[in-house]
């Protein structure tokens, strides 16, 4: 089966092919640029440039693919969580194209996605395995006991790891996005040197808290330590927070296997950091660990092959849509 996969989540649009489980195209209109002067995300901003590439940007897919329009068996994008006014414009586009070509459309969750481009690069991963989603919206860890079955036991009660990243590199006078430019600051300085706390240290939970790293390292730069240290410092203390968490809730629920995924799998000490832990860790490809379109792709072909029916096309996008909505929350004694 061929699909075609959207995503204007956030601020990139993208767009996928992908023939049974196969990438035939992936591109992607960033809109760093345009943001960057802000700091971040400007969703009215955002919303205006994903509907000025999309209709061009589909036409290059299928293009690279070498496929027809004609050709697709589905057409999917995504409908939350993210920005509203963004995946407006995605869910309604896909939703038009599928019924234009009379296929079947499918409403793909934000997080499912990036899971199953981590599920593609680990060559056909099956449960049971812990899942860490780490990105610039979201920082979630999921047991996955079953295929499709996301069981959450923890998230950020605040800021999302990427989103930290963002802010403190502001502080810092680094620009957006934050995280790969405080990733090669930081390799000019000491990862010990600032006394950052390491967040909900001695919880019972998996919960993640980052915005207290983002006022202590408001406190430090006023201090006067080096912006080196600074940022290496820092980047050690969300690197053990995530993994720590992971680690203790892998030794929780007898797992052995971790997947991460989302922007901030691309952060080379995180890899290094889970490498140290015994645990397997799988990841996506670096082409499909930031949002692209393709893994909205490879999240619709999994359900067919499922055999789960089509969304129905009053499907609306939802900003706010928790992944276990569509599984079981679960009681960790």
């Known amino acids: 089966m061929i699909a075609l996969g959207i995503d204007t989540s956030c601020d990139d649009t993208g767009v996928g092919v992908v023939r049974d489980g196969e990438v035939l195209a992936n591109v992607v209109a960033s809109q760093t640029e345009l943001h960057a002067e802000f700091g971040g995300v400007v969703p009215e901003y955002a919303s205006r440039e994903h509907t000025r590439v999309i209709d061009g940007l589909v036409e290059r897919a299928l293009d690279e693919a070498g496929i027809p329009a004609r050709a697709l068996d589905l057409v999917a994008a995504t409908y939350g969580p993210g920005l509203v006014g963004p ?6 586009y896909a939703k038009g194209l599928a019924l234009g070509l009379g296929v079947p459309f499918y409403g793909i969750h934000h997080l499912e996605a990036h899971l199953a481009a981590a599920r593609a690069g680990a060559g056909g991963l099956e449960p049971p395995y812990l899942a860490l989603l780490a990105s610039g919206g979201h920082t979630h860890l999921f047991d996955v006991p079953r295929e499709g079955d996301y069981r959450l036991l923890g998230a950020t009660r605040d800021d999302a790891a990427g989103e930290a990243f963002d802010k403190v590199a502001r502080l810092l006078g680094l620009g957006y996005p934050g995280g790969p430019r405080i990733a090669k ?17 001695g919880q019972e939970g998996f919960d993640f808290s980052f915005s207290g790293l983002k006022t202590a390292a408001a406190r430090f730069l006023e201090k006067g330590y080096r912006k080196e240290d600074l940022a290496a410092s820092f980047e050690r203390a969300v690197v053990e927070s995530l993994v720590q968490t992971a680690v203790r809730a892998a030794r929780k629920l007898g797992r052995d296997r971790v997947v991460v995924a989302g922007g901030v799998a691309a952060n080379a000490r995180l890899r290094r950091r889970f490498a140290e832990t015994g645990l397997e860790l799988f990841l996506p490809p670096p082409e499909l660990a930031t949002d692209n379109g393709a893994m909205v792709a490879l999240a619709a072909l999994e359900r067919v092959r499922r055999g789960e029916p089509p969304s129905p096309w009053t499907i609306e996008a939802r900003p706010y849509a928790p992944l276990a909505e569509a599984s079981h929350a679960l009681d960790v004694e």
């Open 87 to 92: 995946l407006l414009v995605g869910l309604s």
């Open 185 to 201: 600051l930081a390799e000019q300085g000491d990862d010990r040197a600032v006394p950052f706390p390491l967040p909900l240290k």
